[in-house]
Nanobody, 120 residues
Framework: QVQLVESGGGLVQAGGALRLSCAAS????????MGWCPQPPGKQLELVAI???????NYADSVMGRFTVSRDNDKNTGYLQMNSLKPEDTAVYYC??????????????WGQGTQVTVSS
């Protein structure tokens, strides 16, 4: 089992930058893949950035070139660096972590969310 605690949200102006953190405890973080899911007001969650246990990354087109996902396994923490922020990036950002067993069983855990607000 993994518990995820997020921090780093806040209010920034368009064009600014913010770094979100996702601190993990309760299990071996290095074995988990992780990702970031913003939920804009009244909208559905969307997975926009992934970093695997092997540190491979993938991004949605909406954040490509602006957001960078990383992890520090020694600190049991994942990060989302957000640059060139736009008002449409405004959302509650959730981190998630998951692991899949050899039999295909998948365990998934979510952070509590942190608010990011980008003013125009």
């Amino acid at each position: 089992q993994v518990q995820l605690v997020e921090s780093g949200g806040g209010l920034v102006q368009a064009g600014g930058a913010l770094r979100l953190s996702c601190a993990a405890s309760g299990s071996i973080f290095s074995l988990y893949d992780m990702g970031w899911c913003p939920q804009p007001p009244g909208k559905q969650l969307e997975l926009v950035a992934i970093i695997s246990s092997s540190r491979r990354t993938n991004y949605a087109d909406s954040v490509m070139g602006r957001f960078t996902v990383s992890r520090d396994n020694d600190k049991n923490t994942g990060y989302l660096q957000m640059n060139s922020l736009k008002p449409e990036d405004t959302a509650v950002y959730y981190c998630k972590a998951w692991i899949t067993s050899g039999s295909g069983y998948r365990s998934e855990y979510w952070g509590q969310g942190t608010q990011v607000t980008v003013s125009s």
